[in-house]
């Protein structure tokens, strides 16, 4: 069905209604308008203000936020089938250039039984009713809008909700709204009878879906209702609304946009809008929920690392489902360490400290941090900074290192080198171009004979210490079996880094 349809979905949000009610303390006025602004924003193009027969409360936001609002976004508020809810609405939403009223009744054999307790002839006939007053009150500038409530209950009268709603669109409703109020009804089976009252009503009415979330598919019916006709969509800032909540706004518009929707929203605003919608309703963002949580951009598993770092600057990424840049996510895909990790994750974190490390080297320490995140969980970054530091720079072994001291010695350097190696200890003289030949040479001669292919010098911590920085000596060392072996030394004195480079390698080669 994807592509089905070519039209823009209209974007009905219902936080200041159904979300709102939902919220352990209400907003009142100036809450309400926070998020009201955030909507007009994000460029929904519907706005639901409230239930102005609630209380005064919202009575109030009501007409405040219909003075305030743009005049493209048409302001909706709800009222029962009952002319007293209806009045209310109608007078605050008098400031609106769009208003609209919603008015609604349950329709499912249920609820008529057993909350209504009216016969569905009876129920008809309110809602006919209600639809006929309002639309009397809002005028030629506003719309009406019926909702059955309960609709993805109704499978089994089905045929009576139409014929109920056919009488609703002659009495002057323009917009159907089909609500799926507790989420008991699978996906496929809501979409089809979506599709039925679609084929059933005249052409240029708006049908529309209200999805909750009390099983957690709510974003799944949205999403195929539109493509099976549903042009409205009701949804939510961060899901808010009854119970397990509404429709998550932002993961309709991001799935839609997926499927090549033209989606008339600032995506780039979600992020944002929905760290303030937490804010503003006191529920935190859980740390897996989509697109928003915390947590949706790690990746632990070492397969997973390989491909989102290989894809990591493309538009389609190997393991997400959009570049975080399009919600407005300025984080980037992040690699934790645990023991389902790799050395790709390694290598990351390592080199976004900014410290230098060869992926020989990473290999080398991919298994001592496993053996830690195993008894741990996930290393923290300052625990794999500390794992990096000991192994690479502080390497255990039998060489000891005691001195290394030049001697005065005409043309060529020479120096002694003091050193244990598994406890029996060495001193040793010995000359060449410079400290680090001197000092393999004295090891060669101890019998320990190693070739070096690599040499290098620079710096060491630069970026937190300056001028302060530590010298940092690198090595390359190939041993008899072609094995080549990096090793590294820092200190303040250059000459003492290169010593620590040359035990640390020996260490690693000769590792006791
Ligand atoms: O869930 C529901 O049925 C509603 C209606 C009032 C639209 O919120
Ligand atoms: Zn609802």
């Known amino acids: 069905m994807e592509n089905a349809s070519k039209s823009k979905p209209f974007f009905y949000d219902i936080t200041l209604r159904d979300g709102n009610q939902a919220l352990k303390k209400p907003w009142n006025t100036e809450q309400k308008e926070v998020v009201f602004k955030e909507l007009v924003k994000l460029g929904v193009q519907a706005i639901e203000v409230g239930f ?36 209310k609405v109608a007078d605050a939403l008098k400031p609106a250039a769009r208003p609209r009223i919603h008015t609604f009744i349950a329709m499912s054999p249920f609820n008529m039984k057993y909350v209504l307790k009216k016969d569905p002839l009876d129920v008809r006939k309110t809602a006919v009713n209600a639809v006929k007053y309002a639309k009397e009150l809002i005028g030629e500038k506003g719309e009406v809008q019926f909702s059955v409530e309960h609709f993805g209950d109704c499978a089994e009268n089905l045929d009576f909700v139409i014929e109920s709603l056919q009488e609703c669109v002659e009495a002057g409703a323009s917009v159907i709204n089909l609500p799926n ?47 099976a006709g549903a042009g409205q969509l009701e949804c939510s800032l961060n899901g808010l609304g009854e119970r397990a909540g509404n429709t998550s706004i932002y993961e309709v518009a991001v799935a839609l946009h997926n499927c090549g929707v033209e989606v008339p929203l600032n995506l780039s605003r979600i992020y944002e ?20 949580g915390e947590d949706v951009l790690a990746h632990r598993s070492g397969i997973h690392q390989d491909g989102a770092l290989k894809t990591q600057k493309m538009k389609k990424g190997a393991y ?83 001195s290394f001291k030049k001697l005065d010695n005409g043309e060529k350097d020479k120096f002694n080198l003091k050193f244990n190696y598994k406890d029996k200890e060495y001193d040793l003289i010995e000359e060449g171009e410079g400290p680090i030949e001197a000092c393999i040479n004295a090891l060669n001669s101890a019998g320990f004979r190693q070739k070096l292919v690599h040499y290098e010098q620079s710096a060491f911590g630069e970026e937190t210490k300056g001028a302060q920085a530590d ?42």
């Open 52 to 87: 102005s027969g609630s209380s005064d409360m919202d009575f109030e936001a009501c007409h405040h936020l219909a003075s305030i609002a743009p005049d493209n976004v048409v302001i909706a508020g709800l009222a029962r089938a009952v002319e007293k809810d209806i009045i």
């Open 181 to 227: 109020t507790v989420e008991r009804t699978r996906p496929f089976a809501f979409v089809r009878m979506v599709e039925t009252v679609k084929k059933a009503l005249p052409q240029g009415i708006m049908l529309s879906v209200h999805n909750h979330n009390d099983l957690g598919m709510a974003v799944a019916t949205t999403v195929e209702s539109f493509f």
């Open 273 to 292: 809008t929905a760290i303030l919608t937490a804010e503003m309703s006191n529920i935190p963002i859980y740390e897996k929920a989509p697109l928003i």
């Open 320 to 402: 997400r489902p959009i570049h975080p840049s399009l919600i407005g996510r300025d984080d980037a895909e992040k690699y934790g360490f645990t023991s389902q990790s790799g050395k790709t994750a390694l290598y990351e974190i390592i080199k976004a400290k900014g410290y230098p490390i060869t992926v020989e080297e990473t290999l080398r320490l991919v298994p001592i941090a496993k053996e830690q995140a195993e008894k741990f969980g996930e290393l923290p970054v300052e625990a794999i900074e500390d794992i990096y530091l000991k192994e690479i720079f502080q390497v255990d072994g039998p060489f000891k290192f005691i």
């Open 471 to 512: 010298a940092m000596t690198v090595i390359q060392f190939e041993s008899e079996d072609g094995r080549v072996i990096t090793c590294r030394g820092k200190d303040p004195s250059t000459q003492k880094a290169n010593v620590k480079a040359i035990f640390n390698g020996f260490n690693l080669i000769y590792p006791g």
